[in-house]
Nanobody
Framework: QVQLVESGGGLVQAGGSLRLSCSAS????????MGWFRQAPGKEREFVAL????????SYADLVKGRFTISRDNAKNTVYLQMNSLKPEDTAVYSC???????????????WGQGTQVTVSS
């Protein structure tokens, strides 16, 4: 059983940056593909980024490609999401999740954090 806890959300102006962290416990972190997802009010949950167990071959949603960077530190059981050039449309609750397969489908992720709010003002 893996427990995930996100941190680092907040309020930022458009064009600014935030770094989200997701700390894992209770499992072998390095086994898991880690993903970040977001959900804005009234919208479906959507894929943001994922990273495989070794940290290689990250994958990004087109909407964030070139602005967001996902990384992980297996020694610290933590995955990060560096978000630059933030836009008001990036406003959402951001959640990290863990799975054993490389997939962008949120339904395939079995472990989830509680989420952290990111609000980008214009």
């Amino acid at each position: 059983q893996v427990q995930l806890v996100e941190s680092g959300g907040g309020l930022v102006q458009a064009g600014g940056s935030l770094r989200l962290s997701c700390s894992a416990s209770g499992g072998t972190f390095s086994r898991y593909v880690m993903g970040w997802f977001r959900q804005a009010p009234g919208k479906e949950r959507e894929f943001v980024a994922l990273i495989n167990w070794s940290g290689g071959r990250p994958s990004y949603a087109d909407l964030v490609k070139g602005r967001f960077t996902i990384s992980r530190d297996n020694a610290k059981n933590t995955v990060y999401l560096q978000m630059n050039s933030l836009k008001p449309e990036d406003t959402a609750v951001y959640s990290c999740a863990a799975t054993l397969a490389t997939t962008t489908r949120w339904r395939d992720y079995g472990y989830w954090g509680q989420g952290t709010q990111v609000t980008v003002s214009s």
